[in-house]
């Protein structure tokens, strides 16, 4: 190799060399130089808050049954018929509308005559007629049930008592299990020794209010010279469950 190559080969042996050593200084600097903190995210607490609140219930429904039993089907259903139509006279006379009566089950089934060898015939044809009745005036509830018994109904199946308009119910029951978390989530921050941030979530739960029954789960018979039964409708209960997740400074 003659001088003029070996020159330029020491030239491009240097200049490789200038190169490769920026690169590594360049990556070596790179990998040492570290990264900005991430940013902190404020810590938070979830609670759930409960409230309650309490209204004179001013509607009831009641289930009004009439039950007949005869030996052929013809003569049972013609006398549940006649009760039924005496108890709906009877519903008319006391002011409630027909739009606030409903049947909610009509039932024919046969009676067996049971024997040691099983069923030995029909004893008869029973039939079942039922109306949901809606008493929008409590004050009139011992005086409607005490109507549609003389007119025929022999099965009261309970009465329900509810108040018609729950918005104001729900409202206040809602600003007590606001308030009811807001409290348990300062108690708790209290404790921690932190303090108490803005709302960052809210979910609520309604309850149903409470229905009161007349008696105990099933039906009853009702005496032929039953009197005007006592009502107490009592208190309805709204309840409202409310999580909150608060921030914590």
Do not use: H, W
């Amino acid at each position: 190799m003659n001088t003029k190559n070996r020159t330029f080969v020491l030239l491009l042996v240097l200049v490789l060399g200038m190169v490769l050593s920026g690169c590594a200084g360049t990556l070596q600097a790179q990998s040492v130089t570290p990264e900005p903190p991430a940013a902190a995210i404020p810590g938070s607490v979830t609670v759930v808050g409960q409230g309650t609140a309490y209204g004179q219930p001013d509607r009831a429904t009641v289930v009004v049954g009439v039950e007949t039993f005869a030996p052929t089907v013809s003569e049972a259903t013609a006398q549940n018929q006649e009760s039924l139509e005496g108890v709906m006279a009877a519903l008319e006379e006391a002011g409630i509308p027909a739009g606030d009566i409903q049947t909610t089950n009509y039932s024919l089934y046969a009676e067996q005559i049971y024997g040691d060898r099983g069923a030995e015939g029909i004893a008869g044809y029973r039939v079942s007629n039922q109306v949901n009745v809606t008493i929008r005036d409590i004050s009139q509830v011992g005086d409607v049930l005490e109507a549609v018994t003389e007119a025929g109904a022999n099965a009261i199946y309970g009465i329900n008592f509810s108040v018609a308009d729950l918005a104001a119910l729900e409202e206040e029951a809602r600003a007590a299990a606001m308030a009811d978390a807001a409290a348990r989530a300062q108690s708790l921050a209290d404790l921690g020794g932190v303090e108490l941030g803005s709302i960052r979530v809210i979910s609520e739960v309604i309850g149903q209010p409470g229905m009161p029954l007349l008696g105990v789960g099933g039906a009853y018979a009702v005496a032929e010279s039953a009197a005007a039964p006592g009502i107490s409708p009592g208190q309805l209960s709204y309840q409202v469950q409310v999580q909150v997740t608060y921030g914590l400074n």
